[in-house]
């Protein structure tokens, strides 16, 4: 099973929203990973947890706040979005170590407004 | 910084022609180079490269690695409209730092 899963698919929010955007695999990979790509533009990673702690944080924006419950999940939490952050979500997962592929999850595509 | 490139950023050709796709990197700290097709949504994973001069085949695709000269490139024979796609090359370093390049927009015509 190789399969990363996202949810929600699509995703509309006003700019004083709270919401949350969740991650799944069971591959058993330590390694997950949350990027933003905008249209015609490749991913631009935001964060990156491994071993289920916070090991890169890409300069994102307080009102991004990822978070790991365990080697499963990865949600990000969103509060006080700017329509600029309109954007595919990409979730992807790895093991830490030599194998390390990433497989990506579907996305979910978020509009601000 | 780290930084990938990609040439060319867009290409059209016709069923059955041969495409090279090429991909530079600047990283510190150099793991592995990855390939990825993306139609719609999320990037698929084609290839992962380590070591130079070592040839990766999947089916029509092709991929080859010089860490010397830091470039890969990525073959397609005989292409098909269902190869249409952006092609994504990404650079992971020691860290769990991926990085990608522009991609380059392939189209196949029949």
């Known amino acids: 099973d190789t399969e990363v899963t996202q949810t929600p698919k699509h995703l509309v929010m006003g700019m004083t929203n709270k919401k949350s955007l969740k991650c799944e695999q069971h591959?058993?990979?330590?390694?997950m990973y949350w990027y933003k790509q905008k249209a015609k533009k490749p991913p631009e990673l935001m964060f990156v947890y491994s071993y289920e702690k916070l090991s890169i944080n890409e300069s994102v924006p307080s009102r991004f706040s990822p978070e790991c419950p365990n080697s499963s999940l990865l949600n990000l939490h969103l509060h006080a979005l700017q329509p600029e952050d309109s954007a595919l979500y990409l979730c992807a997962s790895s093991q830490v170590g030599l194998q390390e592929t990433q497989y990506f999850g579907p996305g979910t595509r978020l509009l601000v407004l | 910084e780290d930084k990938v490139v990609q040439s060319p950023l867009s290409l059209v050709v016709h069923e059955g022609d041969t495409v090279t796709l090429n991909c530079s990197y600047e990283v510190t700290n150099f793991r592995s180079l990855l390939w990825y097709k993306q139609e719609k949504k999320a990037p698929t994973f084609l290839f992962m490269l380590?070591?130079?001069?070592i040839e990766k085949k999947s089916g029509r695709l092709s991929s080859i690695l010089d860490k010397k000269e830091l470039f890969s490139i990525l073959n397609i024979t005989a292409t098909q409209t269902g190869d249409s796609a952006v092609y994504l090359c990404a650079v992971r370093d020691y860290g769990q730092n991926f990085v990608f390049g522009p991609g380059t927009r392939l189209s196949v015509l029949p």
């Open positions: 591959m058993g990979h330590r390694a």
């Open positions: 380590t070591s130079s001069g």
